[in-house]
């Protein structure tokens, strides 16, 4: 008797964790050009004032000959002073060393006094060279900043938008002018890009639908032959195919751009509402659908956001097991941003692979273009449409076979 083969055994799960955001560095810890411009004139500043005041010291303290004898002797008679502590009698020589003492501790404290009061001057002056620094490395990357902000605005679909920086021709305005050309080249690229989706959009749509209406009159014949009618339909499945391919491409050509219109969305309502129209074929594959939907606002474009649920739910159904298969869908808000979890029952998906499974007509080992679960584009649009909101999806194999896909979007 034939040994029972083993089970397949899950792939390894992968280290990282997708719902722990990375931690983000303090704003005023950031190594900015701006920083380090300051820093480096500050720097060079301090560097300079210290040697600066060495300099000075040294050549203070040998002005002043600290240590040298007095240049006059005592021989006679009596010197009096409120500041060195003298003998009123003594012998001459021992009343020239007490005032030899007394004029290099005086020199000693000139020297001090020197020293602290120039410490002090380069304390401030080092401060008012930072502040300086910092306003002047501002000025001179000003032009920077706003080559920072077009890039943020065309980052908002914005193509419009350009630097024009005037001023002399220097590095900053050169790279202000290419950057220039390159948007509207990106401009042109796009509009181009638009024109032909909308054209494609007409001339695929008309000749479909022309076929689709045809076929369906033939078929609505009742005197037709049998073989004609069987032909009919199976041109009309194909017809129908076509028409998906035809919607899902046009569908991701949109979406990779940006939304610029935008509008609440609860991602609760989006997945109840995906979940209603994929529950007639989730009864009749025997798999059940559960879960808890939490309400999550998100700004974006309805139609999409509902595409993403009702592609990830699909293909959850669609790519499940035979018997006992389940799907659990959940919308939640996690670290302040909205999540639509989508998780179920299937063959084991190695972690090597999962990139695949995004890549348009492309699924586990095998091409989707012959497939009857879909025309291949789900899970590439649900990508596109993630990106254009803002967000990101990730896709982890579940333990005992099947997917965890997880979409994060910006509140």
């Excluded at 630097?163 to 220097?170: C, S, V, Y």
């Excluded at 080249?185 to 639908?209: I, K, W, Y």
């Excluded at 491409?249 to 979406?255: D, E, Q, V």
């Amino acid at each position: 008797m034939a040994a029972t083969p083993a089970p397949p055994q899950a792939p390894p799960k992968p280290t990282w964790d997708p719902r722990r955001p990375m931690a983000q560095p303090l704003p005023w810890l950031r190594p900015t050009i701006r920083i380090r411009l300051t820093l480096l004139y500050g720097g060079m500043f301090l560097i300079a004032g210290i040697l600066l005041l060495s300099i000075i010291y040294l050549l203070a303290a040998q002005a002043l000959n600290v240590g040298s004898d007095l240049p006059f002797k005592v021989t006679e008679g009596s010197v009096t002073s409120k500041i060195c502590d003298l003998p009123t009698k003594a012998q001459p020589d021992v009343f020239n060393s007490a005032m030899s003492d007394c004029v290099n501790e005086q020199r000693q404290h000139a020297l001090d006094n020197l020293l602290s009061r120039s410490l002090l001057a380069l304390l401030g002056l080092a401060i008012i060279a930072f502040a300086f620094g910092y306003a002047m490395a501002g000025r001179v990357l000003s032009p920077l900043g706003r080559i920072t902000r077009t890039a943020r605005a065309v980052a908002g679909s914005d193509l419009s938008r350009r630097i024009e920086l005037d001023g002399p021709d220097d590095e900053l305005k050169e790279l202000a002018d290419t950057f220039d050309d390159m948007l509207e080249r990106l401009q042109r690229a796009f509009t181009a890009q638009q024109r032909f989706v909308g054209n494609a959009s007409h001339e695929l749509r008309t000749p479909l639908a022309i076929n689709r209406t045809l076929l369906e009159v033939h078929l609505s014949d009742p005197g037709a032959p049998m073989e004609l009618q069987q032909l009919g339909k199976t041109l009309l499945a194909t017809n129908e195919r076509s028409e998906q391919l035809v919607e899902g491409l046009l569908l991701l050509a949109r979406s990779d751009n940006q939304i610029v219109e935008r509008k609440p969305v609860d991602l609760a309502e989006v997945a109840e509402q995906a979940v209603d129209q994929v529950h007639a074929e989730a009864v009749a594959k025997g798999v059940e659908i559960r879960g808890e939907q939490k309400s999550a606002v998100v700004q974006g474009n309805g139609v999409l956001l509902e595409r993403i649920a009702l592609n990830l739910v699909q293909n959850a159904v669609r790519y499940n097991v035979p018997d006992n298969g389940w799907v659990e869908v959940h919308t939640e808000i996690q670290h302040g941003q909205a999540v639509l979890l989508v998780s179920n029952t299937g063959p084991v998906v190695p972690a090597y692979e999962i990139d695949n499974l995004f890549e348009p007509f492309r699924r586990l080992r095998t091409e989707r273009t012959g497939s009857d679960k879909g025309v291949g584009l789900g899970l590439s649009i649900v990508r596109s449409v993630a990106r254009a909101h803002g967000g990101h999806i990730s896709a982890q194999p579940r333990e005992g076979g099947g997917l965890v896909m997880r979409v994060t979007l910006p509140v």
